[in-house]
């Protein structure tokens, strides 16, 4: 498959969303799911601020950068309270009891950033280009606790040199059925952005 419109960007991340509430699911022990809230091509300063303004309190995100089959940044964000449930779901224990992050925490939510998210860009590749999808290549997932504009700007530096546009996909979480202020936000490369289109503009499939 090899989309050349919105709608059919928007059906690979679709796809790539269902692959990682599985494995968001599985991973967690209990019902979960991943949602595709946007898909949009905006402006670098956008995209920045696509996480909260200069007056928005830090939040909590891991990175990552991946080339190969598919190519970008990815950043899992939260807010510090939801980041900090995710952790307590992830490592077992009742909600509340991390109250900062620790080592443990961090490591919790980092690997959910690598599972999770190399599951999303497996499906997202596999649509892309088929058999010929081969695998990606993630960099280690980093843990990043400051202001929203810092966290996102992980996700664009490597597209910054290329274009001042990026294709943003935004994703949210539902845990046991309850939103949680909690998802993925991936930029891929220039390749994905030229299958966006020249006139993609704002959608909320």
């Known amino acids: 498959m090899m989309p050349h419109d919105q709608d059919g960007l928007a059906a690979l991340f679709h796809a790539g969303a269902a692959q990682a509430s599985q494995t968001l699911a599985a991973w967690l022990g209990r019902p979960a799911s991943m949602l595709i809230d946007r898909l949009a091509r905006v402006s670098l300063t956008d995209a920045v601020a696509v996480l909260g303004g200069a007056d928005a309190e830090p939040i909590c995100g891991c990175g990552m950068q991946v080339t190969g089959a598919l190519s970008g940044g990815l950043v899992?964000?939260?807010?510090n309270a939801a980041g900090l449930t995710l952790a307590d779901l992830i490592l077992d224990r009742p909600v509340g009891c991390s109250r900062e992050w620790?080592?443990?925490?961090?490591?919790?939510?980092?690997?959910?950033?690598?599972?999770?998210?190399?599951?999303?860009?497996?499906?997202?590749?596999a649509g892309l280009h088929g058999d010929r999808a081969g695998g990606i290549l993630p960099s280690p997932p980093w843990f990043i606790h400051d202001y929203p504009a810092a966290v996102m700007e992980a996700a664009v530096v490597s597209q910054a040199a290329a274009s001042e546009t990026v294709v943003l996909a935004e994703s949210a979480f539902r845990l046991d059925g309850v939103p949680i202020r909690c998802g993925l936000v991936f930029v891929p490369d220039q390749s994905v952005l030229d299958l966006f289109g020249a006139t993609g503009s704002d959608r909320r499939p």
Do not use: D, F, K, Q
Request: hydrophobic share 50%.
């Open 76 to 79: 899992l964000a939260a807010t």
């Open 102 to 125: 620790g080592e443990l925490e961090r490591s919790a939510v980092i690997e959910t950033a690598n599972i999770v998210g190399c599951s999303y860009l497996n499906a997202i590749a």
